[in-house]
């Protein structure tokens, strides 16, 4: 069976550090990866996708399928990107996401 | 348009009770999708619809659905345990493969007593 790991729950940064948000999946197949991201009294919305290799709001993914991990990166953090933090995983021919426990992100100025 | 709405937003439901979330989208998406969340445990599937008149469950006992048209994705609650006190997010997509972008409602708080 799949499985989607983010093995820190909180993790805590001040402002202008870089950012990691760790995310490690486990699924034979060939898997399609996302960053979902929901700010505080926001609804959970789409942040990027392991297919189009782009950057929102300065952050970037990428799918590492040697290490099965898609960690999300971001130079220099700012107070806004506070939020939690959930990668989820697609298997081929499926429809449905699979989702880890989430990272609460909180960057203090 | 008003996306993926959801009502009610909160509900203390007591032991054994029986009710149904509501979850309706206007974007004419053919998936929908009813998760749970809660601390500590991420988002875990419970029912998803691919089109109107079919659904399919991810976990047993507990929920039912319905599927009678493709704007509506209702989740009913049999007999409400302690074990459901959650919030339920609803989600839609489009059909398409070339994108798979899941649009979220805004949540209902359910407490069992």
């Known amino acids: 069976a799949q499985r989607v790991t983010q093995p820190e729950k909180l993790l805590s940064v001040f402002k202008g550090a870089p950012v990691e948000l760790k995310c490690n999946y486990s699924?034979?197949?060939?898997?399609?990866l996302f960053w979902y991201v929901q700010y505080s009294r926001q609804r959970l919305q789409l942040l990027l996708r392991?297919?189009s290799r782009e950057s929102i709001k300065g952050f970037t993914a990428d799918l590492n399928k040697g290490e099965t991990s898609f960690h999300l990166k971001k130079p220099f953090a700012q107070e806004e990107d506070s939020a939690m933090y959930y990668c989820a995983l697609k298997r081929s021919g499926y429809s449905t996401l699979t989702f880890g426990k989430g990272t609460m992100l909180l960057v203090s100025p | 348009n008003a996306g993926v709405t959801q009502t009610p937003k909160f509900h203390i439901l007591k032991t054994g009770q029986s009710m149904t979330l509501q979850c309706a989208q206007d974007m004419n998406h053919g998936y929908m999708s009813w998760y749970r969340q809660d601390p500590g445990m991420g988002l875990r599937l419970i029912y998803y619809s691919a089109a109107a008149g079919t659904t399919d469950k991810e976990v047993p006992n507990g929920y039912n659905v319905s599927r009678l048209n493709t704007e509506d994705f209702p989740l009913r609650l049999v007999s409400a345990a302690p074990s459901q006190t959650s919030v339920y997010l609803c989600?839609?997509?489009?059909?398409?493969?070339?994108?798979?972008?899941?649009?979220f409602g805004p949540g209902t708080r359910l407490t069992v007593t």
């Open positions: 392991h297919i």
């Open positions: 699924y034979s197949g060939s898997p399609e």
């Open positions: 989600a839609s997509r489009t059909r398409g493969t070339t994108t798979y972008e899941q649009y």
